[in-house]
T-cell receptor
Framework: DTGVSQDPRHKITKRGQNVTFRCDPISEHNRLYWYRQTLGQGPEFLTYFQNEAQLEKSRLLSDRFSAERPKGSFSTLEIQRTEQGDSAMYLC?????????????FGPGTRLLVL | SQQGEEDPQALSIQEGENATMNCSYKTSINNLQWYRQNSGRGLVHLILIRSNEREKHSGRLRVTLDTSKKSSSLLITASRAADTASYFCATDPGNGWSGYALNFGKGTSLLVTP
């Protein structure tokens, strides 16, 4: 069990540029979540995958955001035409299916700074 | 919007003392979880308490849950400098919404000084 990994760990970009983040969940974890965390706040839910299906998206996920999990393993989160308000920590978490399996395992996050 | 609200927002204690953090939430839950976050890092799961449980222990951690008051507390006994971190409560609605995505509070920032 190598844990959830995220890449890159840090990203600095200019306003208007596109960025893509990657998340590799713990193997055999069917459920994958993306959260966003701004300074001084707790994480806020963005979107959720069950295997390759994206089953829920938060209102926070504007049209500039898109997420995929093409083979039900790793996931990518893309932000198009970045804005300064997108600056945040983007966290990925995974968990297995099943009852009594509610603990989510978080990756180290990708910190985005939009200049 | 964030479901939980931790109290206090910041807490400063000396090593060896106990630290108590409280969490209040608004809607019914399936379980409540506590996570720790060191500065600039990801979240580490500490403990989960289900809605039918009232108290749970794990090492130096003690968590209580009062569903009638929609509140929980996290007690860290005999604190150490390494406990310095932000602590978040997260509620799991368990109602099928968002595959049980967690609703986090704003966290309590704990500073333990030697």
């Amino acid at each position: 069990d190598t844990g959830v990994s995220q890449d890159p760990r840090h990203k600095i970009t200019k306003r208007g540029q596109n960025v893509t983040f990657r998340c590799d969940p713990i193997s055999e974890h069917n459920r994958l979540y993306w959260y966003r965390q701004t300074l001084g706040q707790g994480p806020e839910f963005l979107t959720y995958f069950q295997n390759e299906a994206q089953l829920e998206k938060s209102r926070l996920l504007s049209d500039r955001f898109s997420a995929e999990r093409p083979k039900g393993s790793f996931s990518t989160l893309e932000i198009q035409r970045t804005e300064q308000g997108d600056s945040a920590m983007y966290l990925c978490a995974s968990r297995p299916d099943g009852q009594n399996q509610e603990t989510q395992y978080f990756g180290p996050g990708t910190r985005l700074l939009v200049l | 919007s964030q479901q939980g609200e931790e109290d206090p927002q910041a807490l400063s204690i000396q090593e060896g003392e106990n630290a108590t953090m409280n969490c209040s939430y608004k809607t019914s839950i399936n379980n409540l979880q506590w996570y720790r976050q060191n500065s600039g890092r990801g979240l580490v799961h500490l403990i989960l308490i289900r809605s039918n449980e009232r108290e749970k222990h794990s090492g130096r951690l003690r968590v209580t849950l009062d569903t009638s008051k929609k509140s929980s507390s996290l007690l860290i006994t005999a604190s150490r400098a390494a406990d310095t971190a932000s602590y978040f409560c997260a509620t799991d609605p368990g109602n099928g919404w968002s595959g049980y995505a967690l609703n986090f509070g704003k966290g309590t920032s704990l500073l333990v000084t030697p």
